[in-house]
């Protein structure tokens, strides 16, 4: 048999610079959005790749009623608010392999007007009816500037012990909507390629979860979710998010059924509910990453899916493995 060439344009083409290496969001608003449509779907239990947990509704539904509010105040921010880097800024970042809108630098002071407009949308919509909620706003409102970014800190380095498991997701959601906003007025060829593949080349952050994407050029290649300005990074498959070792890697889904495929598994179709969600698990540093696999729902929405899975979070963490990454929206009172 004949071997084809491989004329010079299909080489390019197999390139790796043909990838998108970055994906950066459209809009915050749109961001939002979304995330709060899918909310309203997985609070009422109507995504079949994700187990429903009916415990889980009432912290869905209000995390809808902050993805709400996130848009809202997202679509009435004015580039000045937004305080983009100037082109000099954006130079030093490039050359110095950087993010350029290192959340941990240098952070515009607009963001303690955010979380107040955060913190009236959602105390307006409260009315008072929710104790626990009224009581975690009155506190967060309570908080000076230094606190707030204090806590900001501890958030964004994930430090749990200085963080606030009740005030942080709404510190978080203040943070997002600000960073998802200025991200989206970034263009790709500004951001540097990072040395790790751990942190958002955008803004620093850790990610949340990964996604298999479809479509286009970035068709069966795995994206990684920052849990801050939204962007999305590739990262190739078979590889820990938190350590970067690919030796011992394995996967868990809910389903038996999601077990590891034999190499030649003949049953290859998408839309499979089973296989929409799994953990990537390394034996290496015993941590594990959600993959979100948009060929098996193509509504797929790492950030807020990652959320409602808490079910394959407690299976993992039985097994042994720690989550990788916190997401921002949900933090645990060990050390409160
Ligand atoms: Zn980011
Ligand atoms: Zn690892």
Known sequence: MVQRIIERG??????????????????????????????????AGKVAGIAFNPALSGYLN????????????????????????????????????????????????IWHAILNKLIDKLAHSNNGERIELNAVLTSLRALNEEELDEQADA???????????????????????????????????????????????VCGSHPVASVIRIGGQSQGYRY??????????????????????????????LDPIDAPEPAAAPDNKANDPRKYVRAETCGDCHCYTKIFNQEHDYNAEPFVDDLASLTLDILVSEAGYTRGNTNPLLWFGENA
């Open 10 to 43: 299909e080489i390019e083409s197999l390139d790796h610079t043909a990838l998108p290496r970055l994906l950066l969001p459209e809009t915050a608003e749109a961001t939002f959005t979304a995330r709060t449509k899918r909310l309203a779907d997985l609070a």
């Open 224 to 253: 990684l979710t920052c849990g801050m300005c939204a962007s999305q990074w590739h990262m190739v498959r078979i590889k820990c998010a938190s350590c970067e070792q690919n030796g011992k890697i394995s996967y868990q889904g």
């Open 62 to 109: 209000l995390m809808r009623e902050v993805t709400a509010a996130q848009a809202e105040i997202a679509a009435e921010l004015s580039a000045t608010d937004l305080d983009m880097p100037d082109q000099k800024s954006l130079d030093l970042a490039l050359e110095h392999m950087m993010p350029p809108l290192a959340a941990q630098l240098k952070r515009p002071a």
């Open 155 to 201: 958030v964004l380095a994930q430090r749990h012990e200085d963080v606030n498991p009740a005030q942080a997701p709404f510190i978080a959601a203040a943070l997002q909507i600000l960073w998802t906003a200025r991200a989206a007025k970034l263009k790709q060829q500004q951001v540097p390629m990072l040395e790790t593949f751990t942190l958002c080349p």
